[in-house]
């Protein structure tokens, strides 16, 4: 699989194609997606100059989306709005920050959207609070999950909500690997809520752990058969996907990938690391990946199509190249994927108008 990895030596080999740009008003010329379906594939930039955006999700005609430093940034009608919805008080750590968002199910009607965000009190924590938005701006706000312990490092951060209309949560070990192992912590798991912060009677350990072992949850995704995927960091090699199901154990600090009878083994390992980041399944036909796992990847600077098979992953190409280290991928309500990239993280290489948030539209 490794072979099949390409890092992007494409920013200034491949800029011959047409690009549809509808905003903002200067053109950045991108390298066309290197999609091996038919038709010339396009990209369209939809905002720049963004500072270490994270995660996003959509609603109506609005983007939503996550800047480390802070800021939830929305993204009406096409239009980045410059008054962020709220600018919180976040610590300002490496992997820390600003981290997950997702809207509610019903955000249509309950205007909730959730974030997760590293914080310094007696030390770093990360919590998980419920915004009620109205009209773009912050109207009330719940804690939902407090106290999940934090670091400079590995903190994960991913939140979604599943087909079950559950809230999940990945949890990095914040470094401190055995807490991964200990279901008594919060850190080092998927963590699985109702929408208002209580825990479901279902949960495998009759507490908010859903998984454990994990050691830096970056990604998230549902295929439509309900199987969970979810992308995680190795420590320097050994980044993973696993396929996650309720009260399993994938081992770390015991095991990184596979080798051990007594933990669920990896899909995929990556060996050397790509930093897989942002997870999404795809479920419109706009564009030729229909029911494929589409995979953010940071150090790997590509967009990934995984090929999936009953909860088996069978190949894997990239589809996008050239825009450097990609933080997050969601499909919006139009069919088409959106990307965020993560050139501003500071392990990056920015360009002047970095980060950016783009749309595929083939
Ligand atoms: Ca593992």
């Known amino acids: 699989m490794?072979?099949?990895?390409?890092?992007?030596?494409?920013?200034?080999?491949?800029?011959?194609?047409?690009?549809i740009l509808s905003l903002p008003s200067n053109p950045i010329v991108m390298p066309a997606p290197t999609t091996n379906s038919t038709g010339t594939k396009y990209v369209e930039i939809v905002a720049t100059n963004l500072q270490k955006p994270w995660a996003m999700d959509f609603a109506d005609d609005r983007i939503f989306f996550t800047e480390k430093v802070g800021r939830i940034r929305v993204i009406d009608s096409g239009i980045l709005l410059e008054e962020p919805l709220a600018?919180?008080?976040?610590?300002?750590?490496?992997?820390?920050g600003l981290l997950g968002l997702t809207l509610h199910p019903d955000f249509v009607n309950n205007h909730f959207l959730y974030v997760f965000y590293t914080y310094e009190g007696d030390k770093l924590w990360n919590k998980v609070i419920r915004i009620t938005e109205s009209e773009n701006k912050l109207s009330d706000a719940t804690v939902i999950l407090d106290k999940i312990p934090g670091a400079e490092f590995d903190n994960g951060g991913v939140i979604k909500f599943g087909p079950d209309g559950k809230l999940y949560i990945a949890t990095g070990d914040a470094t401190d690997e055995h807490a991964a192992q200990d279901l008594q912590s919060l850190s080092g798991k998927i963590l699985r809520l109702n929408d208002d912060g209580t825990i479901p009677s279902d949960n495998p350990f009759h507490n908010s752990v859903f998984s454990y072992g994990h050691r830096n949850p970056q990604g998230m995704a549902w295929d439509k058969s309900?199987?969970?995927?979810?992308?995680?960091?190795?420590?320097?090699?050994?980044?993973?996907?696993?396929?996650?199901?309720?009260?399993?154990?994938?081992?770390?600090?015991?095991?990184?990938?596979?080798?051990?009878?007594?933990?669920?083994?990896s899909l995929v390992c990556y060996n050397p690391s790509l930093e897989p980041a942002g997870l999404v399944f795809y479920s419109s036909d706009k564009l030729d990946?229909?029911?494929?796992?589409?995979?953010?990847?940071?150090?790997?600077?590509?967009?990934?199509?995984?090929?999936?098979?009953?909860?088996?992953?069978?190949?894997?190409?990239?589809?996008?190249?050239?825009?450097g280290r990609i933080r997050d991928v969601n499909e919006g309500p139009d069919g088409y994927l959106y990307i965020l990239t993560g050139n501003t993280d500071g392990r990056g290489f920015p360009d002047k108008t970095d980060d950016k948030l783009i749309r595929i539209v083939k």
């Not at 490794?2 to 690009?19: D, E, H, L, P």
């Open 2 to 19: 490794n072979k099949k990895i390409r890092i992007a030596g494409i920013i200034g080999a491949v800029i011959a194609s047409v690009i």
């Open 226 to 265: 309900g199987n969970l995927y979810v992308t995680e960091h190795g420590p320097t090699k050994n980044d993973e996907i696993n396929l996650v199901k309720a009260g399993q154990n994938f081992g770390w600090p015991d095991q990184e990938c596979s080798g051990d009878k007594n933990f669920v083994n």
């Open 289 to 323: 990946l229909e029911n494929d796992l589409i995979m953010a990847s940071l150090r790997g600077t590509n967009l990934y199509k995984l090929t999936i098979d009953d909860g088996i992953i069978t190949s894997q190409q990239s589809i996008l190249g050239g825009a």
């Open 87 to 96: 600018n919180l008080h976040v610590a300002d750590v490496t992997d820390g």
